[in-house]
Nanobody, 128 residues
Framework: QVQLVESGGGLVQAGGSLRLACAAS????????MGWWQQTPTRERELVAA????????RYADSVKGRFTISRDNAKDTVYLQMNNLKPDDTAVYYC?????????????????????WGKGTLVTVSS
């Protein structure tokens, strides 16, 4: 079992920044690839950033590319999402999730069914 707890959400003005953190406990964190997912009341849960187990590879959804950065510290069992130049459309609950699958450099990314463990989410609200 892996327990995931997100933190760092809040209210920010458009153009501002936030840094989310996801702390893991339980089984070996460094053996899992990690993802940050975004969900709103009107959109399905979407993977916005993914990172390999080592941290050497990352991928992003087009909607956040160039603005969001995912990183991890395996010594601290934590994955981060740095969000810059936030837009009102980024308002959502952000979930971190863990998968034993590798992160491919191209092609199909993970679906929600590929993720073994989920956090409870943290709310990000971006005001205009």
């Amino acid at each position: 079992q892996v327990q995931l707890v997100e933190s760092g959400g809040g209210l920010v003005q458009a153009g501002g920044s936030l840094r989310l953190a996801c702390a893991a406990s339980g089984r070996t964190f460094s053996s899992y690839s990690m993802g940050w997912w975004q969900q709103t009341p009107t959109r399905e849960r979407e993977l916005v950033a993914a990172i390999s187990s080592s941290g050497g590879s990352t991928r992003y959804a087009d909607s956040v590319k160039g603005r969001f950065t995912i990183s991890r510290d395996n010594a601290k069992d934590t994955v981060y999402l740095q969000m810059n130049n936030l837009k009102p459309d980024d308002t959502a609950v952000y979930y971190c999730a863990a998968t034993p699958l590798a992160l491919s450099s191209y092609g199909r990314l993970w679906s929600i069914y590929d993720m073994d463990y989920w956090g409870k989410g943290t709310l990000v609200t971006v005001s205009s």
